[in-house]
């Protein structure tokens, strides 16, 4: 059984009457579905790098459109009678996909003879349609030109052919990228500017294309993907992209076109910000470090332990900072801990004489959670951050009775 390929002479028709030679119950990963093969389709099947239809056949919806070479298996959630049915394609969708494939055909070309850009892979998607370069990296001049060239076709309305011929009479034409396969082919000519082998489905005229817009370029392993889309398509992209950046605008209190001008300013005001706040912190730390040692009493060995429980509104940084201070000064021990995340941080002077490490793992063993560090400094974080302040009593007491 052979289905006949109606969109390949017509890609116009949006329904049709066919007969349904086969409807049978198929079980596979999207669950319980009816495979139905016609006997004439104008539904396109996912194929050649263009998403299948969606579509009713009997008025029942299309979940998926296979090709199976001689057959087209049209997968739908209940079962169709048999007989003569009436089926339809959805048109908004299909239509997009024309104009998108189009497009790419166009595209493609003007990359390939104006700049020596030939495309080694097409995705058309359902927001952007990608294609993958080979070459150079395409510059903007490059990516303007292939788009301004495509736009210009576009508007001068040519005539878009579906050709049939062999591979050799192809070549002889001068096809943009020749095939091995035998037989008769087809293949969608652009008039006079593209011959492309292609059973997809294609507008009419380069009019019907709409517009083309070239979007984005990235390095793609070896190629360049070029990121555009065309049609009604482009008009949403850039009503979208120019929603985007009139929120960036009115968030960065400035005009459209200076967005760039003002994120830079943003993010070295930023920079700054962030290296003013550092070193204050660094500032801080020393002071509070060196008004602590100030207020610690020393005890029969001279040592002075600061044991103290910050607030969760302290960095883990600043403790750092405040630790780090501290543990320069002969004999001091700190003994210091988070309540918002529940970090811990002992260090001492090395000639404190005591084992950080080792006191940590006594604190840990009591209050949960992991940790650990060398005999002179050692960093914890307790699996419940509410006994932070518990922890620093336990490892003062614990530092006294060692
Ligand atoms: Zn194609």
């Known amino acids: 059984m052979k289905t006949k390929r109606i969109y390949y002479d017509d890609a116009f028709v949006r329904e049709f009457e066919a007969e349904v030679l086969t409807c049978e119950e198929h079980a596979g990963n999207a669950g319980k579905r009816w495979r139905v093969v016609l006997d004439r389709t104008a539904l396109y099947p996912a194929s050649g790098g263009q998403p299948d239809d969606r579509g009713r056949i009997g008025g029942i919806e299309i979940l998926e459109i296979v090709d199976e070479e001689e057959e087209i298996a049209h997968f739908v959630d209940r079962p169709v009678s048999p007989g003569l049915v009436k089926a339809e394609v959805d048109w908004a969708r299909r239509f997009d996909h024309m104009q998108q494939h189009t497009g790419q055909h166009l595209l493609s070309a003007m990359f390939q003879e104006r700049y020596g850009r030939p495309t080694v892979s097409f995705h058309l998607g359902s927001d952007v349609c990608t294609i993958d370069l080979r070459g150079p990296e395409p510059t903007l001049d490059i990516l303007e030109g292939a788009e301004r060239i495509a736009n210009q076709i576009i508007s001068e309305d040519r005539a878009i052919t579906a050709r049939y011929g062999t591979a050799k009479e192809f070549a002889e034409r001068g096809v943009r990228k020749g095939v091995q396969r035998e037989g008769i082919l087809r293949a969608i ?105 100030v207020a610690a009493k020393p005890d029969g060995n001279g040592l002075r332990v600061i044991a ?62 992991k940790g650990g560090g060398t005999r002179d400094f050692a960093r914890g974080k307790l699996s419940d951050a509410a006994q932070a302040e518990k922890a620093v009593a336990l490892a003062a007491q614990l530092l006294v009775a060692g």
């Not at 555009?228 to 979208?240: P, T």
């Not at 960065?252 to 967005?259: C, E, I, P, Q, Y």
């Not at 000639?351 to 006594?362: F, I, P, S, V």
Request: contains cysteine.
């Open 189 to 293: 000519e652009i008039e006079g500017a593209d011959l492309q082998p292609c059973g997809g489905t294609h507008v009419k005229s380069t009019a019907e294309i709409g517009i083309i817009l070239v979007r984005h370029c990235s390095k793609m392993r070896q190629d360049w993907r070029v990121e555009f889309v065309c049609g009604k398509r482009a008009a949403r992209v850039a009503r979208h992209d120019f929603q985007i950046l009139h929120k960036s605008a009115e968030l960065l209190g400035s005009a459209a076109d200076n967005v760039p001008i003002a994120v830079e300013r943003t993010i070295n005001e930023r920079d700054g910000h962030f290296k003013t706040a550092k070193w204050l912190l660094q500032r801080l730390a020393e002071l509070e470090a060196a008004a602590a040692l």
């Open 308 to 369: 103290r429980a910050f607030d969760e509104n302290s960095q883990a940084e600043y403790l750092n900072h405040f630790a780090t201070q501290l543990s320069k000064s002969e004999k001091a021990v700190a003994l210091l801990s988070q309540s918002g995340e529940g970090h811990l941080l002992f260090a001492q002077h090395p000639q404190a004489g005591k084992d950080m490490n080792a006191l940590l793992k006594q604190v840990l063993a009591r209050c949960p959670g």
